[in-house]
């Protein structure tokens, strides 16, 4: 019996040097990278063919076997050993728990350092002395508006000071303990405070109303109220400074009780219903920061070298007049003193002038050139009457005194023209 290869000892002889002749054709020619077969070698490089079908033959299998052992560790990883997955879950549940509240926390930190923040820098800025406290407890009640702060009587507090915030006021205090105070609020009924609109200049007491609004009571019906107007505490209740923010006029109605008389509905400037932080303040006293010292000490010293200089001009000016040639006659002879007494015999007092004789006042001078715009002088020439020399009176005309009358009888045969004395 023939074997195999004996039987189809040819066929198999072609097929050797077809595969043969195949295999180096493959190994000659290069696939380009455009997909062209090439035997030229100056040709762009590319892959040869028996890599191709190397490639070909072998990628299948091995993307089976790939994908089967990916398929296989998923299958573990995923599925199968998931022993301590639920400690791992509870683990991480409690940490984001616990990281959730660090974070409310840091939250609530950042906004309380910001409105404290806010709070020291009105502080520092506010002229009056105040001390900062937290609001720790409310009195729990719709009809009553008070709060509860952890500073007492122990930190400097007392009645009836003033709590405010960077926003405005928010009531005063009403009692006093060792390490707590009680506030009354400004939207409580039992609450006063003096107010005064600030662009029409109305007064009136501020006190809360039953739903625990502010609201301005007392005043008569005025158009020129109107929405929005800025209310500023007045002052004259001796409890709140003048000047500082109340809230914004919110409505204008009518009093139920007086028709002539309304209730002006204030919006508050602070928050009265979310109070953590406040300031009390504990003496009106004006205090002033360094910065401000400085100035009130510079300004005084400029005022002293100010007063210095005026009195120096103040000197110089003095000196000048001195040096300037006066408005009196310096050849005019001096006055006789009028104290002294007509000379008498000798051994015998003088007496002394009954009352006090003024001054002569001084004499002006003649002008060189008079006009007519001259003060007290004619554009006359001057005559030979006013033409004397400064200092000289001249001597006024002889006076005519007439002769007594005599009787006729005793003088028989009188003058025909009696002669005048001068």
Request: glycine letters at 6%; zero cysteines.
């Given at each position: 019996?023939?074997s ?5 000892r040819?066929l198999?002889?072609l097929?050797?040097?077809?595969l ?5 054709l ?15 070698p100056?040709?762009?490089?590319g ?5 191709l ?12 076997f ?7 560790a998923n299958?573990?990883l995923?599925?199968?050993d ?8 509870l683990?991480l549940q ?16 950042a ?6 923040q ?17 609001a ?10 008070v709060?509860y ?20 006021i928010?009531g ?11 506030v009354?609020a400004?939207?409580d ?27 301005i ?38 009093d ?7 209730d ?11 109070l953590?932080?406040v ?5 009106t006293?004006?205090?002033f ?7 009130m ?37 001096a ?13 015998k007092?003088?007496?002394?002038p ?6 002569p ?29 400064a ?20 003088t ?8 005048r004395?001068?």
């Amino acid at each position: 019996m023939e074997s195999f290869f004996d039987r189809y000892r040819n066929l198999l002889v072609l097929l050797a040097l077809l595969l043969a002749q195949m295999i180096g054709l493959a190994v000659q020619v290069h696939r380009t990278d455009s997909g062209h077969n090439s035997l030229d070698p100056p040709d762009k490089s590319g892959v040869r063919l028996i890599r191709l079908w190397a490639d070909a033959l072998v990628t299948p299998p091995e993307q089976i076997f790939h994908s089967s052992k990916m398929g296989m560790a998923n299958l573990w990883l995923n599925y199968l050993d998931l022993r301590h997955v639920r400690e791992q879950n509870l683990d991480l549940q409690k940490t984001v728990d616990r990281l959730r509240l660090e974070q409310a926390s840091l939250l609530e930190d950042a906004k309380q350092g910001q409105r404290l923040q806010a709070l020291i820098d009105f502080q520092q800025k506010y002229i009056y002395k105040t001390l900062a406290a937290q609001a720790i407890g409310s009195s729990g009640s719709d009809s009553s508006r008070v709060f509860y702060l952890d500073k007492g009587s122990d930190d400097g507090l007392a009645r009836d000071m003033a709590v405010i915030t960077a926003d405005g006021i928010v009531g005063k205090v009403r009692e006093v303990f060792p390490h707590t105070a009680q506030v009354l609020a400004i939207n409580d009924q039992t609450s006063g405070a003096g107010v005064i609109l600030e662009t029409t200049r109305i007064r009136g007491i501020l006190r809360g109303n039953a739903v625990g609004q502010p609201q301005i009571v007392g005043i008569l019906a005025d158009q020129r109220i109107q929405k929005g107007e800025k209310v500023l505490t007045a002052g004259g209740d001796q409890i709140f400074p003048r000047g500082l923010p109340v809230g914004v006029v919110e409505n204008v109605v009518t009093d139920p009780e007086r028709d002539s008389f309304i209730d002006v509905i204030v919006k508050p400037a602070a928050h009265l219903d979310q109070l953590d932080e406040v300031l009390v303040i504990t003496s009106t006293e004006p205090r002033f920061s360094a910065a401000q010292q400085q100035d009130m000490a510079t300004s005084v010293e400029l005022k002293g070298a100010e007063v210095a200089a005026i009195k120096e001009q103040q000197k110089a000016s003095q000196i000048m007049a001195e040096r300037l040639p006066g408005l009196t006659d310096p050849n005019a002879p001096a006055p006789s003193p009028a104290a002294a007494a007509a000379p008498g015999p000798p051994g015998k007092e003088q007496a002394a002038p009954a009352t006090p004789v003024a001054p002569p006042a001084p004499k002006l001078l003649h002008p060189l050139h008079p006009d007519r715009f001259t003060t007290g002088t004619n554009s006359k020439p001057p005559t030979e009457e006013n033409s004397a020399p400064a200092g000289q009176q001249t001597k006024p005309a002889p006076k005519h005194e007439a002769k007594p009358e005599s009787n006729p009888a005793s003088t028989p045969n009188p003058p025909a023209n009696p002669e005048r004395k001068p």
